[in-house]
């Protein structure tokens, strides 16, 4: 029988997304995608569309790269030459983090040199996350490449050419569902901003910048950690890493305990309706009805028929009743693991609502 067998590569894309050594990525690609925002002034479809390009673009340059990893492993290189030269990739690319965003903060604006396309409405900047999706790829090289190298690369020797794609397709859909919901998420988020909270656009930006030079000081401790492990296996831990790392292992098990298909499934549901809700201004009545079609067919297959609710509505509903014991926790336990994610949420929720609540006021 024909079985692809595509849930664990596909989970394995999504893990692969917050593995220990490019987990400081993430906050730095919010921090990169903010700072480098130049639809502020366009309309909502057009941020929604860019937000979903460079998504696409950050994504497909980090499994190119593990594409390529694959093939110069089987051909070139080995695994282990491979692992000794990426730490010192990690040290210098947080470096130039560190640089870009301190240029940020004193006001400067920093040209990144490299090839632009000549037209194509934000097309300007699709080289410089391309770039950053090869930057966070070598950055993750060293704890991602061998599961894929044996799961993914290996199962075109395994399986065939046919079910080894499949297998990489499946990968990088898991891996590109988190960058795309977080990138639309910004996007829609920034543009609510501009649109009515106009005065706090500085803040964020200054927060974004932030962002990067943090995550450059983590690559470059990283890194550092790496290189001293690597001529001295005995080398005491580190407790920044250990902290992000300790962070790390909680959300992967999380994800391997609620279903890697489940949660790809409801990342990719998120990523879909806000696509259509973002772009329907543009579209014809016709079409938005048709597109609003195709949405509430997803959610309906996707939460009623496969879930039955437990997909996001119930577990979202059963997190909302939770939520003042998990705030009461936070002067309980301040160590605990999930403490700043939950602030996170609580401040971006906060937030989402007074977007909402502030045009009623505005019209009374």
Known sequence: MFDLGLTFPFTLGLVTAINPCGFAMLPTWIGYFLTGDAADREDRPEQVLRGLLVSLVMAGAFVLVFGTLGLAVTHLVTEESVARRTPWITVLIGLLLIGYGLALLTGRKVRLPIPKPRRGPGSSELWSVFGFGVSYAVVSIGCAAPIFLLQVAGSFGRDGILEGTATYLAFAAGMTAVVASLTLSLALARGGLVRNLRRLLPFMDRIAT???????????????????????????????????????????????????????????????????????????????????????????????????????????GRLAMDWPARIANWIDAPGRWAVPLEALLTLVTLATLVLIVRPVFRRR
Not at 277 to 287: C, F, Q, R, V
């Open 210 to 316: 932030l962002a990067l030079v943090l995550g450059g000081a983590y690559l470059v401790v990283y890194g550092i950690y790496e290189i001293r492990l690597l001529r001295n296996p005995g080398t005491p831990s580190n407790p920044v890493v250990d902290a992000v790392t300790d962070l790390q292992t909680h959300l992967a098990n999380w994800v391997a305990q609620t279903g890697g298909a489940r949660v790809g499934l409801a990342l990719w549901l998120v990523v879909l309706t806000a696509v259509v809700w973002g772009i329907g201004p543009a579209l014809t009545g016709e079409a938005r009805r048709t597109g609003w079609t195709i949405v509430g067919a997803a959610w309906l297959f996707g939460e009623g028929v496969a879930h039955r609710g437990d997909l996001v509505i119930l577990p979202v």
